[in-house]
């Protein structure tokens, strides 16, 4: 089974075409400029892209590639409103799929790589090259597997008497009070941001509706079944026990050592729900700016009566794609990220996991390793909720989730969120 076929039907889902207003770039600006968009705005990430884009240059006499980096929580909004005149849009930019993606495709704005990505790419990345794949055709090159789940700080659950990790998510609720009941701050979320406060209500409802009725609300946007709002009062009955950290609402995801990823760096809370993104993150924030040490994985509790399989799991495959007006050298730079040299040297910065199987070998993390295991296992990776359902819903679900934990909203209102905005297409 291809385990990333839902990522792939949410990616071709029929969208609303996003209205934005136009923005000045100096891309496209000759056949030997590549401007390059990516969001690794700190420590090894950053360094990485600029170290491959030196060595492209070295390999090929005479061309520039223009960097930015931008931060990860901008950088969809950037590139939205640049790609409205692609002509002066970014050459090549990054991609997670969805009806976001979807609808860059259907106004002709990125290019079509079917025909032009290297034989490497094929082979290499063959499992996941489908969630880069829109209707029959391929527009882009992976680089990272992104499942998500939750990250934890061993030290902390020893600190507490904790000696496992839960599987289900009354035992999950258990740990969270005995954490809290220690004086440690169990959870770290950055509410601020939105998307990490929903990626709860993402979680839950995945594992409350049947897969089916996710499918099928992914497809037409009918949130009717009642698994929706159940999720909601299961996100509800998390937030009453009062065991995120102090300030969550106003607490950044990833940005320096007072945001929920620096939180858990810095042993100062004990779990974050976050994309197998988060070792390298968390390394870029710790006081040596070095590993944390003692970080930990395990999958999304399972939901007693939930209806959804419990081995399922949530994430994205992120790629790189290339603007329909770009000169030929960028669709080289693109192939050139998915060399095996490149994807293991990107692991590595990043501390993730690479599109390229065989360049997953130089993965040491053990936590990434568990991950991947879990992974192996899982009977279908989902996209991210918001993504797949596009901007005006995703945005609307965020909101809404983050509404209801700071209580002006009810689990109703956040069902009421997504298909109000459904409905107004």
């Known amino acids: 089974m291809n385990k990333f076929k839902t990522v792939l039907a949410a990616a071709v889902a029929a969208a609303t075409m996003i209205g934005v207003g136009a923005c000045g ?36 006499p005479g061309v520039t590639v223009e960097i930015q980096a931008i931060q990860n929580e901008d950088l969809d909004g950037k590139l939205q409103t640049a790609m409205q005149d692609p002509s002066s849009g970014p050459d090549v ?9 979807k609808d860059l495709i259907d106004a002709g704005d990125v290019m079509d790589l079917t025909d032009k990505i290297s034989d490497t790419v094929k082979t290499d990345m063959s499992s996941v090259l489908s969630s880069a794949t829109f209707d029959g055709k391929v527009y882009g090159v992976p680089v990272a597997v992104e499942p998500g789940g939750m990250w934890y700080s061993k030290d902390l ?4 008497g904790i000696s496992g990790v839960p599987s289900t998510w009354d035992e999950f609720l258990t740990d969270a009070k005995q954490l809290k009941e220690s004086g440690i701050d169990a959870i770290a979320l950055g509410a601020k941001d939105a998307w990490p406060a929903a990626h709860w209500y993402y ?35 998390l937030n009453e026990l009062g065991v995120w950290n102090d300030g969550y609402l106003t607490t950044t995801a990833q940005q320096g050592a007072n945001s929920s990823a620096g939180l858990l760096a810095n042993h100062k809370a004990a779990m974050e729900l976050m ?9 870029d924030l710790t006081s040596d700016q070095k590993a944390m040490s003692d970080l930990g994985f395990f999958a999304f509790p399972s939901v007693d009566g939930g209806e959804g399989d419990s081995s399922a799991m949530m994430g994205s495959v992120a790629f790189f794609s ?13 192939n050139y990220m998915g060399e095996q040299k490149n994807q293991e040297n990107y692991a590595t910065a990043f501390s993730t996991i690479p599109a390229s199987v065989p360049a997953r070998s130089v993965v040491t993390d053990e936590s990434l390793k568990q991950i991947i295991t879990y992974l192996d296992k899982s009977s279908e990776m989902e996209l991210w909720m918001d993504t797949s359902l596009g901007t005006n819903i995703g945005n609307a679900l965020n909101s809404a989730v983050v509404n209801m934990l700071s209580g002006k909203g009810t689990p109703e209102d956040i069902v009421k969120a997504m298909q109000d905005a459904a409905d107004k297409g």
């Open 275 to 283: 994309g197998a993104w988060e070792p390298g993150v968390v390394k």
């Open 203 to 237: 979680w839950l409802a995945l594992r409350e509706c049947s897969a089916d009725v996710y499918n099928d609300s992914m497809t037409n946007k009918d949130f009717s079944n009642s698994c929706w709002v159940t999720a909601g009062e299961k996100l509800q009955q």
């Open 157 to 160: 659950f020893e600190q507490a």
């Open 322 to 334: 290339v603007n329909a007006y770009a000169p030929n050298i960028a669709v080289d730079f693109v």
């Open 93 to 101: 930019f990054l991609l997670q799929g969805g009806d976001k993606t």
């Open 25 to 60: 770039s100096t891309s496209n600006a000759d056949d030997t400029t590549i401007t390059f968009w990516h969001n690794a705005t700190t420590g090894d990430g950053k360094q990485y892209w600029e170290d491959l884009a030196a060595s492209f240059e070295k390999e090929h």
